[in-house]
């Protein structure tokens, strides 16, 4: 038998284990990576706490996935063994439901994510269907595409997703694992790109990524300042904070638009009058599809957009785990292969 290591979690709230299982072969239209990198993502606490809805257990978190196709199930056509590829959230849909029938793939009613459907990226190897592959370009490490398939996907679409072109003024709400992409994605697009974070720690970062302006929250009505500048025509919004989102939409300039990134299930609260006067609105941003994640990659690698990453050996994945969840991690713990 051959083998290969998982980081599973047997119960909710369970430390993770490293251990040895039988390494499967791919199935139809599966591919089996042999995983040279996987970012450990704050929804994984989600899977590991056991609040994720359709999560059960053991459970294989991971959705940041990047490494070499090493094995071809049947009918696999156009990806060969040896391929860079990477897989995010989008881990396959259903092609049979409304959203997926007009070729809106990451809203499919049945779609399948790594660590919640199947097994994911907190091990040696994975399987993957092929329509979660993306292309992972030579320019870009294994370690450094990672992050890129979530928090990258998310802040890179987000953006394309508000409709900002080159000269609108972009404001990213915190400086964080989606924020610091996202202040690198805006400034590269051609944006006048503002950081908002709190205290002045950040504000070196965050103009070394390219920020035209930074706003210390702490020190002062940060959508007081955006209207000083003129009003953003675009928020991300990558806090997990709802009080601070709903502070932020003041901010926006008329036909501004708030892009929610960050994940809470506290409500926003903004009054019919600010959305209706000179035209402003929220908008909801998931992730992406494979070629999203292509997308994300490519123009990364054309413009030099890199996540801040510290890297760990699976087996600290506990060590790793904690250090992200804490926030102490500066911006992205990355798995990878034994030291």
């Not at 007009?102 to 459907?117: K, Q, Y």
């Not at 009054?271 to 908008?283: A, D, F, H, Y």
């Not at 804490?326 to 798995?335: E, K, Q, W």
């Amino acid at each position: 038998m051959t083998s290969t290591r998982v980081a599973r979690v047997s119960s909710p709230k369970g430390p993770f284990e490293v251990i040895d299982r039988e390494l499967d072969d791919p199935g139809p239209n599966e591919v089996r990576v042999a995983i040279h990198a996987s970012g450990i993502c704050h929804t994984d606490s989600l899977i590991k706490e056991g609040t994720m809805p359709g999560g059960t257990f053991p459970t294989i978190p991971g959705h940041e996935v990047a490494g070499v196709i090493d094995a071809i199930g049947l009918g696999v056509v156009g990806w060969h063994a040896g391929q860079r590829v990477g897989v995010g959230w989008f881990g396959g849909s259903c092609k049979a439901c409304e959203a997926c029938r007009r070729g809106d793939f990451i809203n499919c009613s049945g779609l399948r994510a790594p660590g919640v459907d199947f097994d994911g990226g907190y091990a040696d190897h994975m399987l993957a269907h092929v329509d979660a592959l993306a292309l992972i370009p030579e320019a870009i490490s294994c370690a450094e595409a990672a992050p890129l398939l979530c928090a990258g996907v998310t802040t890179f679409g987000g953006l394309r997703a508000s409709g900002a072109r080159a000269g609108d003024r972009v404001a990213v709400h915190g400086v964080g694992g989606l924020g610091h992409l996202g202040v690198q994605f805006a400034a590269r697009m051609g944006c006048e790109t503002v950081a908002i974070a709190r205290g002045r720690q950040k504000e070196q970062l965050a103009r070394e990524l390219g920020a035209h302006h930074y706003i210390d929250s702490e020190a002062e009505d940060f959508a007081e300042a955006l209207l000083r500048l003129g009003g953003a025509d675009v928020i991300l919004s990558t806090v997990t904070d709802a009080r601070a989102m709903s502070a932020s939409f003041r901010g926006l300039a008329p036909r501004g638009r708030l892009m929610v990134l960050g994940l809470t299930s506290q409500a926003i609260t903004v009054s019919p009058g600010r959305l209706i006067v000179s035209n402003r609105s929220i908008i909801g941003y998931v992730s992406g599809t494979a070629m999203d994640s292509q997308d994300t990659l490519n123009f990364s690698a054309l413009t030099g957009v890199r996540p801040i990453i510290e890297t760990m050996p699976l087996e600290r994945i506990n060590e790793g785990y904690e250090r992200m969840m804490s926030g102490d991690a500066r911006f992205r713990v990355v798995l990878t292969p034994s030291e």
